[in-house]
């Protein structure tokens, strides 16, 4: 059985930012409503932090510019095989989520990412969703799943966390 773990949205967002490749899509009840994030639910201060940020990937902001969208000490998850799977593991603060980043771009060729719901409460925002990235080392695509979890606070982002087929992460880094 795979075991399927809590992983950092940071993650999913920086595959979004290295390729021209990656599709985005929202699930709306009208197609006038779909767009990387509702327009009905931009209105949240969560969600136009989220929307900026994945804007600012979608252009391809550097790593350093990516961090500044985080809050100083902001939570940054993603357990697995930190061995095998240099970009993941808890970091706290912009510069570790920096350093996630760059490596994440080192390692990773994003080649689909499918936003299938977008979810807001408050200051969360969560993300539901599917991914496949090649690894550059050896040319195998992971295939996963994915959930989310982002808090924003005073504009900026305090929580990412992703919940992902850790297990196919790992397999596919080695």
């Known amino acids: 059985m795979k075991k399927i773990n809590l992983i ?8 979004a930012t290295y390729t021209t490749n990656v599709k985005a899509a929202v699930t709306a009840d009208t197609p006038a409503k779909a767009g990387f994030i509702q ?3 931009r209105d949240s201060t969560a969600l136009k932090v ?10 391809g902001a550097t790593p350093d510019e990516l961090a500044t969208r985080f809050d100083l000490n902001a939570d940054y998850f993603i357990p697995g095989d930190s061995k ?3 970009w993941i593991g808890h970091r706290t603060g912009r510069a570790a989520i920096r350093e996630s980043f760059r490596l994440l771009k080192e390692n990773i060729a994003p080649e689909k990412l499918i ?6 409460k408050g200051d969360r925002v969560v993300i539901l969703g599917y991914l496949e990235s090649r690894m550059k080392k050896n040319n195998k695509v992971i295939k996963s799943e994915f959930s989310i979890d982002i808090v924003v606070k005073n504009g900026l ?17 080695k």
């Open 8 to 15: 950092s949205a940071v993650a999913i967002l920086a595959m």
């Open 39 to 41: 327009k009905a639910e």
């Open 50 to 59: 989220v929307n900026e940020f994945f804007d600012r990937f979608k252009k």
């Open 84 to 86: 095998n799977v240099p």
């Open 115 to 120: 936003f299938t719901d977008i979810l807001a």
């Open 157 to 173: 982002i305090t929580r990412y966390h992703l919940l992902e087929d850790s297990f196919e992460v790992s397999e596919k880094a």
